[in-house]
């Protein structure tokens, strides 16, 4: 039976939607951009380049080294509900052991080869590392550190993968040859004593051809270092062409061409003599016709070229110009706060993917080793890549700290509910980190009406409230039941007992305190240091009207926040003369400073709190003038 022959099949090339042959333009057209093609190199199998660009060149250590630096510096902290001690014991074997600093090396060469790895030393199994991680085996003080190899030097996969779905590392290889100068034979591994560091992730089938390793960062940097090399070197050689130096010599061309060797050599030897000879107190012997001319050759644009080149490098290593070559390029405003906040994000994306699964699995050994047990409970969060300046973080704090105190005055949320934000920014802002539990306890659980209670919570900032002061011994919340609110009702005065209400020797009512004459006792001092019985205005209405209603200072201080001006005022009124320190106090008491660096004028009552304070526009002038008119008429200084 006769086989029946199959046609042939033909090859026909297929155009794409556009070509011209008239332009040369197209796909198959003979022009240079078609003629660009693109090779697959995997240029990370060639570690020896690799290993000599590490050791050698500044740009290739800082790609490698700066990402893994910014990833691992500020740490973590660990939100697992444990005492201080035992916290301070999981960071003293972090510390001993060296942990955190054999995962920076790990991340560095994964980096660098696309790969490497730590083997998890445990005291006690050394001859059960090709059996699976058993937590119970663990005993404490067991564990030592990490082993880091890297995957040319250390560290190969085995063919069988894991096969459990359950298993974080499904698909990766199951078992590791793990072999070092420490170590006579190599040894078989269990994944699960491994922590595996990646380079930049690969498809699966480039993932089968470098054994399930990813590629090298310079992989992707290698095209733009090498332009970027080149261009710099070009650069150097063009300063030896700075000044061009010109001789015209008659019958040169003749000598030149008969051809006599003799007469070249002389010519040679005499321009090689001018030469040497050459310099600021020198003359040159030139015949009538011979001329000598300079020229300077001009580098214009080449700074902006070789800027072009960094920002190349920067965008295929992922790190901003600023943070890779410790400079802005010149003339380019593209490398500023919003290039850093996009690295930053970029580092917290890392740490997620790359940095916490490594953690996840060498923290639960540390708290064995350390503690006996695993917390029911454990977690962690890695600290800020980026800490905030001291003028942020002051804003921040006081932006967060008008919120919540708006949401107490509106009567959103309670006293205690405020307490227990204020603490929980403590951690970012640093401000409110010394109320405790006890004082959230003893808060009010109940919603407040609008403005009440605004000196509770602020803590008397501001002297009292806007109103009438609460007679002693009353319950704002005596009517309130089940968190309801109280209805409005009208009040009539009270009988008036003069008992009750006690007199100053000025004949003036006081506070109702038993201690009205010993407050009375309380004199300011002209040049020495004062104690304020009200340390702010004595209520917010005043604040408000100097700070931004009708006699407003805030223009004056644009860098200041409300409460950052009432705690200027106060300190400065507090301070004792001397320096750039001036002071006195008129004749009715009042505290009078003055401050020459800063040009703050301040004026405070002892027993009711700050008067003013602003930015005098005659400066010293105004307060000599001030203390002149006050010293008249009776004050002291």
């Known amino acids: 039976m006769s086989k029946k022959k199959k046609p042939a099949v ?20 003979p022009n240079p951009l078609e003629a660009t093609e693109y090779h697959l190199t995997r240029f990370t199998r060639n570690w020896q380049t690799i290993n000599s660009l590490y050791r050698s060149h500044w740009i290739v250590r800082r790609i490698i080294d700066v990402v893994p630096e910014d990833m691992i510096k500020n740490g973590y902290h660990i939100l697992t509900q444990l005492s201080p001690d035992q916290i301070k014991k999981i960071v003293r074997c972090d510390r001993t052991t ?44 067991s564990y030592k550190g990490l082993l880091v190899l890297d995957r040319w030097s250390g560290v190969t996969p085995e063919d069988k993968l894991v096969e459990d ?5 499904f698909g990766m290889p199951e078992y590791y040859t793990v072999s070092s100068d420490a170590l006579t034979v190599g040894i078989r591994v269990h994944h699960s004593r491994i922590i595996r560091f990646m380079g930049r992730p690969l498809p699966y089938l480039e993932q089968l051809a470098e054994t399930y390793w990813g590629a090298s960062e310079l992989e992707h940097v290698f095209d733009e270092l090498r332009k970027r090399d080149n261009v710099s070197w070009n650069i150097a050689m063009l300063t030896f062409m700075a000044n061009l130096r010109v001789m015209k010599m008659d019958g040169m061309s003749q000598v030149l061409a008969v051809g006599n060797e003799q007469a070249q050599m002389q010519l040679y030897n005499t321009v090689q003599g001018m030469n040497a000879m050459m310099n600021n107190n020198s003359i040159q012997v030139l015949g009538e016709n011979d001329t000598y001319e300079t020229h300077q050759y001009t580098f214009g644009g080449i700074g902006e070229t070789y800027d072009r080149f960094m920002m190349d490098v920067a965008g295929a290593a992922e790190t901003p110009v600023t943070k890779l070559f ?93 307490l227990k934000e204020l603490r929980q920014q403590s951690e970012m802002t640093g401000m409110w980190s010394n109320i405790t539990d006890e004082d959230i306890e003893k808060a009010d659980d109940s919603v407040m009406q609008p403005d009440e209670g605004m000196g509770d919570l602020m803590g008397g900032m501001f002297g009292g409230g806007d109103g009438e002061e609460q007679e002693e011994g009353a319950d704002p919340h005596a009517a ?53 019985q009200v340390r702010g205005f004595s209520s917010r209405q005043k604040l408000m009207n100097h700070w931004k209603n009708g006699r407003t200072h805030q223009d004056e201080y644009p860098d200041f926040t409300m409460e950052q001006y009432v705690q200027r005022a106060v300190n400065l009124a507090e301070m004792p003369t001397g320096g750039d320190i001036l002071g006195h106090i008129d004749k009715d008491g009042i505290i009078v400073r003055y401050d020459r660096k800063e040009n703050d004028f301040v004026k405070a009552d002892v027993k009711k709190g700050i008067r003013t ?25």
Do not use: C
């Open 10 to 29: 033909r090859q026909q090339r297929t155009n794409d939607a556009f070509q011209n042959p008239m332009t040369r333009t197209g796909v198959f057209m």
């Open 165 to 169: 779905i359950s298993d974080p590392e």
């Open 613 to 637: 304070m602003f930015k005098p526009d005659e400066g010293e002038k105004y307060y000599i003038q001030q203390r002149e008119a006050d010293l008249k008429n009776g004050g002291k200084g």
């Open 98 to 141: 060296r942990t955190s600093r054999r995962i920076l090396e790990g991340l560095k060469w994964g980096r660098l080869y696309g790969g490497a790895g730590a083997l998890i030393m445990i005291e006690g199994h050394e001859n059960q590392l090709d059996q699976q991680l058993d937590y119970d085996t663990v005993m404490p003080g």
């Open 480 to 532: 309130r039941k089940d968190g309801e609110r109280p209805e409005p009702q009208r009040t009539s005065d009270a009988k008036w007992e003069e008992s009750k209400h006690p007199r100053r020797n000025n004949g003036q009512f006081g506070t109702g305190s038993t201690n009205a004459e010993k407050s009375d006792s309380v004199a300011p001092s002209p040049v020495g240091a004062n104690q304020l």
């Open 326 to 418: 410790g400079r802005s390029p010149a003339g380019m405003n593209a490398t500023g706060e919003s290039d850093m906040q996009n690295y930053y994000d970029t580092i917290e994306e890392k740490q997620e993917a790359e940095l916490r699964p490594v953690y996840d699995k060498i923290l639960p050994i540390m708290f064995i080793s350390t503690l006996g047990g695993i917390p029911d409970d454990w977690d962690y969060e890695f600290n800020p890549i980026r800490r905030p300046r001291d003028d942020e973080m002051a804003d921040l704090a006081s932006k967060n700290t008008d919120s919540v105190t708006k949401a107490f005055q509106a009567g959103m949320v309670s006293q205690r509910t405020a």
